[in-house]
């Protein structure tokens, strides 16, 4: 028997225009290749995309959408791993067991720190969006072409929900194209994903497509007004810039690996967790930037140039560094730039810092705690570029 129809599939869109460049031609800077051509290696940026249905009875939204996309600003390749809302969440302290109520209970922060608990990930950034603003996007978009695999039909008078979508390619509108992705069958939440899957892949088709750019400005408006995100301007170059030489092929689109499962008489879709870990492993895992981002940095200006100690600190959030302080050194007469680390765990760390700064490294044995660094610029240094 056909579910009810009450929540859809959609935010991968929204991400994926943000991704394969819709943005570029307007944030466009050189700061990638500070990035691409530092000492850090597996350098990613990892984005949660949350989709909620945001007026369902009046209640609470759910997150009805949950995707996990790592950029790797290296090799230009993206992974992408499809949550299952039903994703059964067994975690101390948490006073829930599906993924999606997660979004009900604490909106988006608490979906996004139940995932990084979850997988045992760090979530850099996240997007979100409802119904409406897909529609919008995809008319922008001028509709969507898509082999639809199956006539498509689903009435739901109590809920004005009307599906009529027949077999064979066809030309959806945002409205068509939502209707697409929410429908559900008896596949339940597995075979809508697997739509998912293959309406991305005609989301990018079109996005990169030469007729797509005389369309460019009002999608990127309709996108500022549809979307909910925590992306600085500043920081969204690495994987805009990114996109503009990012192979399609190179875009890897999994499910989380389980299998469905009833427990208490509740379905929930139960995670291998042994497999996910190789998933996440191979395609999500954020090395280097998760190892970064447990250093605290103090930046301090030791020749006296204008702004000088900001703009590094700038830099180095980028590799996912935590800066502590910025701030001016005890005088301005520093000949050589100073890498200065407090534990000899953190030399490998500090080499690679002084790498990218063209700096000396020093030990000191101040007791300062593990994994701080004090980043000393002199007269030597200039901003990488």
Request: no cysteine; net charge negative; glycine share 8%.
């Amino acid at each position: 028997m056909l579910e009810k129809l009450t929540d859809w599939k959609y935010i991968s869109l929204i991400i994926f225009m943000l991704i394969i460049g819709i943005s570029v031609a307007y944030i466009w800077n050189d700061e990638l290749s500070q990035i691409t051509d530092g000492p850090f290696e597996d350098n990613k940026v990892n984005i949660l995309a949350v989709g909620y249905d945001s007026d369902i009875n009046g209640g609470a939204s759910r997150a009805d959408t949950i995707i996990l996309i790592s950029i790797d600003v290296d090799t230009n390749e993206a992974g992408v791993i499809f949550l299952p809302r039903d994703t059964y969440i067994n975690i101390e302290g948490k006073n829930f067991t599906k993924l999606n109520t997660s979004f009900a209970r604490g909106g988006i922060d608490l979906t996004k720190e139940t995932v990084e608990e979850l997988l045992d990930i760090n979530i850099d950034y996240y997007l979100a969006s409802d119904f409406k603003g897909f529609e919008n996007i995809i008319d922008r978009l001028g509709g969507i072409e898509i082999d639809v695999e199956k006539d498509l039909n689903y009435v739901d008078r109590a809920g004005d929900l009307y599906i009529n979508i027949s077999q064979g390619k066809q030309h959806l509108s945002g409205e068509e194209a939502l209707k697409y992705v929410r429908y559900r069958d008896q596949s339940g939440d597995i075979g809508r994903i697997e739509r998912q899957q293959k309406f991305i892949d005609a989301v990018i088709e079109k996005v990169v497509s030469p007729s797509t750019v005389t369309s460019l400005p009002g999608i990127f408006r309709e996108i500022n007004r549809s979307i909910d995100t925590d992306i600085p301007i500043r920081d969204i170059s690495p994987f805009l810039s990114t996109a503009k030489d990012m192979d399609l092929n190179n875009i890897e689109i999994r499910t989380l690996p389980g299998e469905a499962r009833y427990i208490a008489g509740i379905s929930y879709w139960l995670a291998d967790m042994e497999k996910s870990q190789v998933m996440i492993e191979n395609l999500v895992r954020n090395k280097s930037y998760i190892n970064n981002s447990n250093y605290k940095l103090k930046i301090l200006n030791g020749q006296g140039g204008y702004g000088i100690a900001s703009n590094t600190a700038s830099l180095l959030r980028k590799y996912g560094f935590q800066i502590d302080r910025i701030g001016n050194a005890d005088h301005f007469n520093y000949e050589n730039s100073l890498i200065i680390y407090f534990n000899e765990d953190d030399e490998s760390t500090a080499k690679k810092v002084a790498e990218l700064l063209n700096a000396e490294k020093k030990f000191s044995e101040e007791d300062s705690g593990a994994k701080n660094l004090e980043i000393i610029l002199g007269h030597d240094y200039e901003l990488p570029h």
